[in-house]
């Protein structure tokens, strides 16, 4: 009987130290750590300080972090927020159009891609995309283009315009949010959506997003109290 309990027991262990190896080696070698989310040079971890970072040391990390990927990628707007991470939108250099939504940490400027639709209706740098920001680096285009059917072709698919974008988008804050607020034509057309500016008044206090095959709303809900909007294009 105790042979039985002893051979139970190394069989349980082994299983233990197999699963613990097994575990190290999917989080050492999981490709959204190593290429895209955080990217090659990137701390995973930075140390934390009790001392916000300026606009110009949010703007270093930045241009830092989008380096990495395989498109040329320009900050387009900052949004800063009292009491969360601030919010910056990212557009390609060539093309002018919305690349990426990230999150940075203002006080250890540890950054990573915004939840929502950022992760979940961007055909080209989201989770479905061709780009890398979960980390795949896709050499052969081409050959993802016609193969994938995560990518469509928006030209020809895209259902709502901008116009109609903004009145859904109205409707929504009005009804769910505050009757005194409003969407604008403000903000970025990216892969698959727009995501919009909402005011109250002449005054900027957050933003949504808007599919552009569905019209489905996605508020972002997760901000805090903006402070202000820096617009890169006004540099």
């Known amino acids: 009987m105790k042979n039985k309990k002893n051979v139970w027991m190394s069989v349980i262990i082994v299983a233990i130290l197999l699963l613990i190896a097994f575990s190290f080696y999917l989080y050492s070698s999981w490709v959204p750590f190593k290429n895209g989310m955080w990217p090659n040079w990137y701390p995973r971890y930075q140390n934390d ?16 972090y989008i380096a990495d990927f395989d498109e040329a990628l320009e900050i387009a707007d900052i949004f800063v927020y009292e009491d969360s991470d ?5 557009e390609e250099a060539a093309t002018g159009k919305g690349a990426m939504e990230l999150l940075i940490n203002p006080y250890n400027g540890v950054i990573y891609p915004e ?5 979940m209706w961007n055909e080209k740098y989201g989770m ?5 920001i979960m980390g795949m680096h896709m050499r052969n285009r081409q050959f993802f283009n016609e193969y994938s059917g995560y990518y469509r072709n928006e030209a020809t698919a895209k259902q709502i315009s901008l116009e109609t974008a903004v009145e859904l988008a109205t409707e929504y804050v009005k ?8 969407a604008t034509d403000e903000g970025h057309e990216f892969y ?35 402070i202000e909007v820096i617009s890169n294009h006004e540099n």
Not at 115 to 119: E, I, K, L, R, V
Not at 128 to 132: D, F, Q
């Open 192 to 226: 698959g959506y727009y995501t919009l500016h909402i005011k109250r008044g002449n005054q900027t206090v957050g933003m949504l997003s808007v599919n552009y095959y569905t019209g489905d709303v996605w508020f972002h809900d997760w901000h805090g109290t903006l």
């Open 49 to 64: 300080s009790n001392t916000l970072m300026s606009i110009e040391e949010i703007k270093r990390e930045t241009n830092r």
């Open 86 to 90: 601030y919010y910056v939108s990212v």
């Open 128 to 132: 479905h995309g061709r780009g890398n």
């Open 175 to 182: 009804k769910y949010v505050d009757e005194d607020l409003i």
């Open 115 to 119: 939840h929502g639709p950022n992760m």
